[in-house]
C-alpha cells in the first residue's frame, strides 16, 4: 500500500473495530478518493450526512478486513477505533515512504496559509504526534515548533514558519512524481511557490547604484534610520547597514555625531521642537544632552531642561491640554501634569 494512503488514513481515515478501514472527503475533495478507488478498489459512495462539512456531501471510500493492511496501518502508528490521541508518528521508515506519508497527512490535516507577508504550514495531530514528527523534521533540517491548542487538551499543532523551511517541506511533499495528491492544496503552493522561491532560492543581489549610494549617506548624515532610507529609496535595508557600518562607524558613532550636533543647537538657543524636526531624534535624547550641557545628573526627577518649559508654553498659549502636549514632546503625561499646573502657577 502507498503510505500516501496511510498518511490520509491517519488524518482523515478511520480502521475499524473489525479491521476494515474508510476514508472521508468532500465533494470537492474527491478527486483523490476516485484515484485511489481506481487504483485499489474499494465502495466509494456519497453519505446523505453533511455532519461538520456543512453543506458539501461526504464521500466514504470503505475496505473490508484484511489481516495484512490491519498489521501494515499498526506497524505505521494508526490505531484501531478513536484515534484522536492515540495515533502515533512512524518510526524507522525510508526517507521517500515519509514524505509520501507527510504528503497525505498534510492533504488530509495540514494547511499553507499566508502569515503577514510569508506564507507558513500548519499540521494539526494529537501532542504526542506533533512532538515526534518536530523531532524528524529537525533531522531533515527543516525548522519547526509546536503550539498546543488550549481549546481541545492533548491536541497540538506543528508550525512552520521560515520561508525557506516551508519551501523544504512542502518541495519535499509535493515537489516528486506521485500521481496520489490532493490538487486543491497543491495548487495553492504552487501559488505561494514563487513567494518562498524570492527568499530560498539564491539569487544576485540588487547593486546599489552611485546615485543611491550618495542619497544614502545623505540621509545617514541628517540622522535617518537605515529602515525608513530603505523604504523611501525602495532598496533592501542591508546595503544601507553596510554602509552606514563602514562610513560612519555603524548606529553608536551616528547616535554620537548626533548628540554632539544636539548640543551645538541647544547652545545656540533653538528649541527642542525644532531639534527635533531638524535632526530626526526624540525627546529622550535631547534631555540626556541638556542634562549633560547644564552638568546635571540624568536620573529620576531632574529638573526639566529649560527649553522643553519653553515648549510646553508655546503649546499652552496654543490651547493645547497636558495630554495633547506629552503626546507632542513625547513626556510623561505626570510630569507634563505637574510642569503645565506650575506654569500656570507662575512657579515655572
Not at 490520509?8 to 474527491?30: C, F, P, Y
Request: aromatic share 8%; with cysteine.
Amino acid at each position: 500500500m502507498d503510505p500516501y494512503i496511510i498518511g490520509l488514513v491517519a488524518a482523515d481515515g478511520h480502521v475499524r473495530m473489525d479491521g476494515g478501514w474508510l476514508i472521508s472527503q468532500t465533494e470537492k475533495n474527491a478527486g483523490i478518493l476516485k484515484k485511489i478507488h481506481k487504483a485499489f478498489g474499494g465502495n466509494l459512495k456519497a453519505s446523505s450526512n453533511k455532519g461538520r462539512y456543512g453543506s458539501d456531501p461526504i464521500y466514504n471510500l470503505r475496505y473490508g478486513k484484511n489481516v495484512e493492511v490491519e498489521s501494515l496501518f499498526e506497524n505505521w502508528g494508526v490505531p484501531k477505533g478513536n484515534k484522536t490521541y492515540d495515533l502515533r508518528f512512524p518510526e524507522n521508515k525510508p526517507t521517500n515512504e515519509m514524505w509520501d506519508y507527510l504528503r497525505g497527512f498534510f492533504d488530509g490535516d495540514g494547511s499553507i496559509f499566508m502569515d503577514g507577508n510569508y506564507p507558513r504550514v500548519q499540521i494539526i495531530s494529537n501532542v504526542h504526534w506533533c512532538l515526534a514528527c518536530l523531532e524528524y523534521l529537525k533531522v531533515l533540517g527543516i525548522s519547526s515548533y509546536t503550539h498546543d491548542d488550549k481549546r481541545h487538551p492533548g491536541i497540538s499543532n506543528v508550525i512552520i514558519r521560515r520561508v525557506n523551511h516551508v519551501y523544504s517541506f512542502m518541495d519535499g511533499i509535493y515537489g516528486g512524481d506521485s500521481e496520489f495528491f490532493l490538487s486543491e492544496k497543491k495548487k495553492k503552493w504552487q501559488a505561494f511557490k514563487k513567494i518562498c522561491s524570492r527568499v530560498y532560492e539564491r539569487k544576485a543581489p540588487r547593486k546599489i547604484t552611485p546615485d543611491e549610494i550618495v542619497l544614502i549617506k545623505e540621509g545617514l548624515q541628517k540622522g535617518e534610520k537605515p529602515v525608513s532610507i530603505s523604504e523611501r529609496l525602495n532598496i533592501p535595508v542591508e546595503p544601507v547597514r553596510r554602509i552606514s557600518r563602514e562610513c560612519f562607524g555603524g548606529r553608536s558613532a551616528l547616535m554620537k555625531k548626533k548628540k554632539e550636533r544636539v548640543r551645538e543647537m541647544l547652545s545656540q538657543g533653538f528649541s527642542g521642537e525644532h531639534i527635533k524636526k531638524q535632526l530626526h531624534v526624540s525627546s529622550r535624547v535631547i534631555s540626556v544632552v541638556a542634562s549633560d550641557v547644564s552638568n546635571l545628573p540624568v536620573k529620576r526627577g531632574r529638573p526639566i531642561p529649560e527649553y522643553v518649559i519653553e515648549d510646553m508654553k508655546q503649546l499652552l498659549s496654543k490651547g493645547n491640554n497636558a495630554t495633547t502636549i506629552a503626546e507632542i514632546l513625547g513626556l510623561k503625561k505626570s510630569t507634563v501634569y505637574s510642569a503645565v499646573q506650575r506654569i500656570k502657577k507662575g512657579v515655572l
